[in-house]
Nanobody, 114 residues
Framework: QVQLVESGGGLVQPGGSLRLSCAASRIAFSLYTISWYRQAPGKQRELAASITSGGNTNYADSVKGRFTISRDNAKNTVYLQMNSLKPEDTAVYYC????????WGQGTQVTVSS
């Protein structure tokens, strides 16, 4: 069955860094646009970053310059490098794969707090 598994979340102090991973299986991974969404309690889900099959990237204004999305098609994995983290980055981060259909992971918690 199709799987998207996020990892790398945790507790980090403001200004710190984390790298999230999204590992996919049973998908023609290289054909998919992969996105990281995030959702904080009481807030709508928002797109943080995405990367297309051709490697084009897109970032929310709130994370641009701090986050970097990349993909390793040989490993069927997408990464989200998060630097200079702020408390407002606290959320559950979800991986999404979109081509002719859409798949979601279960999410990984990122908490930015002192």
């Amino acid at each position: 069955q199709v799987q998207l598994v996020e990892s790398g979340g945790g507790l980090v102090q403001p200004g710190g860094s984390l790298r999230l991973s999204c590992a996919a299986s049973r998908i023609a991974f290289s054909l998919y646009t992969i996105s990281w969404y995030r959702q904080a309690p009481g807030k709508q889900r928002e797109l943080a970053a995405s990367i297309t099959s051709g490697g084009n990237t897109n970032y929310a204004d709130s994370v641009k310059g701090r986050f970097t999305i990349s993909r390793d098609n040989a490993k069927n994995t997408v990464y989200l490098q998060m630097n200079s983290l702020k408390p407002e980055d606290t959320a559950v981060y979800y991986c999404n794969a979109q081509w002719r259909t859409s798949y979601w992971g279960q999410g990984t918690q990122v908490t930015v707090s002192s």
